[in-house]
């Protein structure tokens, strides 16, 4: 079973930057779409943003003209560069990639990485 593994998190003041990265513990063929969640204290998990195979991105309306994804073409994993951080924004920040191909079909999701906005 392949993992995933989000680095990049932290603490950041409002107004500050972040770039979130995707790693796996092995290859992933066949990949449909990738993108990035979140899940605030005592909320639910939310799409933050994605993007298809196609490259193909749409982005959750809080976060658009500040948020942009982005793949690793060498490694075919997801980037999300955070800019103009608010401090609503934070929250723990999950990968996840969705493959396909015949009868297979995997939705990996890492662990997350914790991004805290605050003064």
């Known amino acids: 079973q392949v993992h995933l593994v989000e680095s990049g998190g932290g603490l950041v003041q409002p107004g500050g930057s972040l770039r979130l990265s995707c790693a796996a513990s092995?290859?992933?063929?066949?990949?449909?779409?990738m993108g990035w969640y979140r899940q605030a204290s005592g909320k639910e998990r939310e799409l933050v943003a994605s993007?298809?195979?196609?490259?193909?991105?749409k982005y959750a309306d809080s976060v658009k003209g500040r948020f942009t994804i982005s793949r690793d073409n060498a490694k075919n994993l997801p980037y999300l560069q955070m800019n103009s951080l608010k401090p609503e924004d934070t929250a723990v920040y999950l990968c996840n990639v969705v493959a396909s191909s015949g009868y297979s079909y995997l939705d990996l999701w890492g662990q997350g990485t914790q991004v805290t906005v605050s003064s």
């Open positions: 993007i298809t195979s196609s490259d193909s991105a």
């Open positions: 092995g290859m992933i063929a066949s990949i449909n779409s």
